[in-house]
């Protein structure tokens, strides 16, 4: 089965530092989303992107946080100022088209910010 | 706006028995899909099953079905013949069709499976 996949697998910043993680959806996938989790509690969306723009956004995603497509391939998001509480897991997940599918997701991306 | 909630936040089972992980969710859209994503404790997230809004049966993937009731608005996880490998934290989810296709995500149910 296609995988999304996410890199790095880890990753340990400074606060105040920017960090950008990086994923590659699926190939021929059209919507992508980011959520992220914090240790032991929900996953929460954080943003979905379609036709190389922002479709929606949670209170989660503030002037922060910045996604972009910057080629056909890659999905990053942007945290240009990370605070402690943003130490989470990150998920990047893909779908094809406006259905009800499930989303692919990525294995995740663990931040702590020190 | 969605809203997924899972009442039982662990759970404990023995091997070989089975299990029902509850979720009840509220939307105002009369086209929906229902998941259920496993997440053992390696982190990553693992599709189980599915339930459209509009399927006239319940789904059923292996040992995993889930129990849809429309009405009640819940769409329960039942886990047949439970292993040890079943551990894990359990998510329900749901997306709207009408939505911008997020899915959000439950609290989570963390079963336990005990020999």
């Known amino acids: 089965e296609p995988e999304v996949t996410q890199t790095p697998s880890h990753q340990v910043t400074q606060m105040g530092q920017e960090v950008i993680l990086r994923c590659v959806p699926i190939?021929?996938?059209?919507?992508f989303y980011w959520y992220r989790q914090i240790l032991g509690q929900k996953v929460e969306f954080l943003v979905s992107?379609?036709?190389?723009?922002?479709?929606?956004k949670s209170e989660i995603f503030d002037d922060q946080f910045s996604v972009e497509r910057p080629d056909g391939s890659n999905f990053t998001l942007k945290i240009r100022s990370t605070k402690l509480e943003d130490s989470a897991m990150y998920f990047c997940?893909?779908?094809?088209?406006?259905?009800?599918?499930?989303?692919?997701f990525g294995s995740g991306t663990q931040l702590s910010v020190l | 706006a969605q809203k997924i909630t899972q009442t039982q936040p662990g759970m404990f089972v023995q091997e070989k028995e089975a299990v029902t992980l509850d979720c009840t969710y509220d939307t105002s859209d009369p086209s929906y899909g229902l998941f259920w994503y496993k997440q053992p404790s390696s982190g990553e997230m693992i599709f189980l099953i599915y339930?459209?809004?509009?399927?006239?049966q319940n789904a059923t993937e292996g040992r995993y079905s889930l129990n849809f009731q429309k009405a009640r608005k819940s769409a329960n996880l039942v886990i047949s013949a439970s292993q040890l490998g079943d551990s894990a934290m359990y998510f329900c989810a749901m997306r709207e069709v009408r939505g911008n296709n997020d899915m959000r995500f439950g609290a989570g149910t963390r079963l336990t499976v005990k020999p």
């Open positions: 339930q459209g809004s509009y399927d006239q």
């Open positions: 190939s021929n996938h059209l919507y």
């Open positions: 992107f379609y036709n190389n723009e922002i479709s929606e």
């Open positions: 997940a893909s779908i094809l088209q406006e259905t009800n599918e499930k989303l692919f």
